[in-house]
């Protein structure tokens, strides 16, 4: 998967001229069949092809996806990660949230401005079911880089753990009652660029910008060049002041976008290792630390010597993420609002494992959250119209404070939908709770979408509420979202009051007899009537 030289560069100079065009796409979703890792399986693709194409643009298109659900027996979706849909939050794509799931024959669209450059990547966010295989890189160029010149070539390197059973057999068979650990399905192998073989072509006197998404449904990663250090330039499609890095770690939906230079005097060619982290926490060596799913790749200066060696990390110690300094030198932002998140796996009534926010574990309603919030008039202010998807309402142009502690002893990675957060502190595993006191935070915090909190710990995360929509906050393992471990943020409620949308949108509701209007059953008249609320979550798994 290689930018060229030339259509990248090309790119890059024809578009600080150009105005903002618009990019379509016209994509059937389909079973595919697969075998990236030598084991054949049926796989989520595109256009009967798999992996899935890359979605390219400049800052200020439009994107538009005109997507067809043709899995027959599945019903699907598409979420832009990373992607904020300011003033198109029914864009968002989460199943639920903010539209129906497409059921299969149906298409709709999505179409969205991409306000901001950097790496990014969309994915499924319905029914578990990116790991079997919809998901792709979404990358935005940008007319303004601010490290234009300092690299010749772009190349995207995407890392995934992969499993050989379909998720959703996967789901069901994690959310039983004899699961009493709460353990998530471990993966059977890992992918690099959706496949085993990514060879870097890798030439004498140039520089690299290297694209690294992380795509796993529950592994982080591990990534070490040998004898070449990375020079990371932007953390989630925000730049950073450029950081050095011998070993970066990626969580599930992270990315990384990072500069190696080969010089002048390198010569033949260099292994790199990625090593799959399904510890639940790699620093914890009580906890049994493995390496047992690694990835060499190399970056090849000379096809005539052969790529036999093997690079071997004695001990892993990434660089610590939470240093990094975002690029204009922003300091923290003053909060207005507090949002404390303690996370714990919890079992429901039925005695399943679930995960819980302040005890309470996500419980999919029937009416996407959006779509309460835009037809229950003032009453979109009261959470009590949403049901139990832990709802959060937020102010327009807050400043809030998200505190999210880990009791848990792995490591978790949380996303926010429609912001770059602050990370103003992210501490060591075995901190405990935040000591509700504001104390030696950065003061350039990086901004992300997407922070890793380490094992009984916590992190503190700030963005400013000027971005109204329903946008979730969740742990970025998937199985994890299976579990209920998300929360719901209802931002700017006036503004979404009326709200309306595309009739696709609503068509895809309609075609599966769901209600699109009231409160989280559908009422119309009183919506503070919880009547059909959904107050346990389903004993059978079925998305
Ligand atoms: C994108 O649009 C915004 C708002 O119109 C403008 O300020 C910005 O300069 C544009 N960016 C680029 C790269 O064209
Ligand atoms: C979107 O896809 C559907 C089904 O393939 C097709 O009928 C429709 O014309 C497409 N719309 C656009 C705008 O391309
Ligand atoms: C849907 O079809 C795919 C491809 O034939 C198959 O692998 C999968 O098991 C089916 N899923 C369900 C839920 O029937
Ligand atoms: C739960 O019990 C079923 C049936 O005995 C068994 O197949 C499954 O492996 C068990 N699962 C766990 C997580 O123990
Ligand atoms: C690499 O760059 C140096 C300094 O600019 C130059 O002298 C040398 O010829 C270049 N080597 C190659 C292989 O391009
Ligand atoms: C994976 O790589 C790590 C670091 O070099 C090493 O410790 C581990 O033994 C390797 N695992 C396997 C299965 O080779
Ligand atoms: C969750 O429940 C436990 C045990 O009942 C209680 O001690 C704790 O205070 C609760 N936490 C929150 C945030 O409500
Ligand atoms: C390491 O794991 C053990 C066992 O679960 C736990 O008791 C301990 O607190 C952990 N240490 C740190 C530093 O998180
Ligand atoms: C909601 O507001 C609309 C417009 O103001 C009004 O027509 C409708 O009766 C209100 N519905 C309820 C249930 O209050
Ligand atoms: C709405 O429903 C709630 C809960 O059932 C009830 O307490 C309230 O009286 C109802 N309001 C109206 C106007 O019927
Ligand atoms: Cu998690």
Redo the contacts with the bound molecule.
């Keep these: 998967m290689l930018l060229s030289t030339a259509s990248s560069l090309a790119f890059l100079s024809l578009a600080s001229f150009a105005k903002a065009a618009t990019v379509t796409y016209n994509w059937d979703v389909t079973w595919v069949n697969a075998s990236p890792d030598g084991f054949a399986r049926p796989v989520v693709g595109i256009n009967n092809e798999w992996p899935c194409p890359r979605i390219q643009a400049t800052v200020n298109d439009t994107v538009v996806i005109n997507l067809t659900n043709q899995l027959g027996n599945q019903t699907t979706g598409l979420h832009f990660h990373g992607i904020n849909q300011v003033r198109s939050p029914e864009m968002d794509g989460p199943a639920g949230v903010t539209q129906c799931p497409v059921p299969p024959g149906s298409t709709i669209t999505y179409q969205f401005v991409v306000d901001r450059p950097g790496t990014y990547w969309y994915h499924s966010h319905n029914l578990g079911q990116y790991p079997d295989g919809l998901r792709g890189p979404f990358i935005v160029d940008d007319p303004n880089d601010p490290y234009a010149g300092q690299y010749d070539e772009e190349i995207i390197l995407t890392v995934s753990d992969w499993y050989h059973t379909a998720s959703l057999d996967l789901v069901r068979a994690m959310l039983v009652p004899n699961n009493t650990h709460d353990l998530p399905p471990f993966p059977d192998s890992i992918l690099v660029n959706d496949g085993q073989a990514a060879n870097i072509d890798f030439q004498s006197n140039k520089t690299y910008r290297i694209r690294y998404i992380c795509y796993s449904a529950l592994a982080s990663a591990m990534l070490h060049f040998d004898s070449h250090t990375m020079q990371v330039i932007m953390n989630d499609g925000a730049y950073i002041k450029k950081q050095e890095a011998y070993q970066l770690h990626i969580a599930a939906a992270q990315r990384y976008d990072f500069l190696i230079t080969a010089s002048e005097r390198d010569k033949g060619n260099f292994p790199y290792l990625v090593a799959l982290d399904v510890n639940r926490d790699y620093q914890n060596a009580s906890l049994g630390v493995s390496w047992n799913h690694n990835f060499t790749g190399y970056l090849v200066m000379d096809t005539s010597q052969p790529l036999d060696k093997i690079d071997v990390v004695q001990e892993f110690s990434p660089v610590d993420d939470s240093h990094f300094e975002n690029y204009e030198g922003d300091g923290p932002l003053d909060y207005d609002t507090l949002i404390e998140l303690d996370f714990a796996f919890c079992q429901d009534e039925n005695g399943y494992p679930r995960a819980c926010f302040n005890n309470f574990t996500y419980i999919g309603q029937q009416v996407p959250t959006l779509y309460t919030a835009a037809t229950t008039n003032d009453s979109n202010t009261n959470p009590a119209v949403y049901g139990q998807v832990n709802p959060f309402i937020v102010n327009s142009g807050d400043v809030v404070q998200i505190v999210v502690n880990n009791l848990d002893v792995a490591i978790h990675p949380f996303h926010l939908h429609g912001h770059h957060f602050q990370v103003l502190d992210r501490p060591k595993s075995g901190t405990g709770k935040w000591p509700r006191r504001d104390t030696n935070y950065a003061s350039t915090p990086p901004r992300r979408d997407t922070v890793g909190v380490m094992g009984t710990s916590y992190a503190i995360l700030r963005f400013t509420a000027d971005n109204p929509g329903v946008w979730l906050f969740h742990c970025h393992i998937e199985w994890h979202v299976e579990m209920g471990l998300t929360a719901t943020i209802i931002e700017a409620p006036a503004s979404l009051q009326g709200m309306t949308f595309p009739d696709d949108h609503i068509n895809a509701c309609k075609l599966q007899n769901i209600p699109y209007q009231g409160n989280a059953a559908g009422n119309t008249v009183?919506f503070?009537?919880?009547?059909g609320f959904i107050t346990v979550p389903p004993t059978v798994y079925n998305g």
């Design positions: 009183n503070t009537d919880t009547t």
